[in-house]
């Protein structure tokens, strides 16, 4: 069984901490967001992919926007680092079938990304 650094949900993003995507991947019903990012010497960071409750259903397949989110306590040590996290993504399809098909937008990354649901 595959180990998440979270699990996505629907609902209204916090404010992030600095980073930057460099790539992302899916496989199955699991979502790879490579970053260079800016934590604290203490590493407390905690990661989140928030969807969009607003569904586009004028295009095929519907497409939901969401925001990746790195939160943490305020530090005046602060390293850079490259990471790999992942999130299991089954509350971002646009229907819970089988082979559903969702186009899921991460603000910050330059395309969208094909999600076919894995029951």
Same mark, same amino acid.
């Given at each position: 069984?595959?180990?998440?650094?979270?699990?996505?949900? &629907?609902?209204?993003? #916090?404010? #992030?901490?600095? /980073?930057?995507?460099?790539?992302?991947?899916?496989?199955?019903?699991?979502?790879?967001?490579? &970053?260079?990012?800016?934590?604290?010497?203490?590493?407390?960071?905690? /990661?989140? @992919?928030?969807?969009?409750?607003?569904?586009?259903?004028?295009?095929?397949?519907?497409?939901?926007?969401?925001? /990746?989110? &790195? @939160?943490?306590?305020?530090?005046?040590?602060? &390293? @850079?680092?490259?990471?790999?996290?992942?999130?299991?993504?089954?509350? @971002?399809?646009?229907?819970?079938?089988?082979?559903?098909?969702?186009?899921?937008?991460?603000?910050?990354?330059?395309?969208?990304?094909?999600?076919?649901?894995?029951?």
């Amino acid at each position: 069984m595959e180990r998440y650094d979270g699990e996505a949900y &629907i609902g209204t993003p #916090s404010s #992030s901490k600095w /980073f930057e995507i460099k790539d992302v991947n899916i496989d199955g019903n699991s979502m790879y967001i490579s &970053i260079n990012y800016e934590c604290s010497c203490e590493a407390d960071e905690k /990661f989140e @992919l928030v969807g969009s409750e607003n569904l586009n259903l004028e295009v095929y397949p519907p497409a939901r926007k969401a925001t /990746f989110v &790195i @939160l943490g306590k305020p530090d005046t040590c602060k &390293i @850079l680092r490259s990471r790999t996290v992942n999130f299991s993504i089954r509350e @971002l399809t646009s229907d819970k079938i089988r082979d559903v098909e969702t186009d899921i937008i991460i603000a910050g990354w330059r395309k969208p990304i094909r999600y076919v649901y894995v029951p």
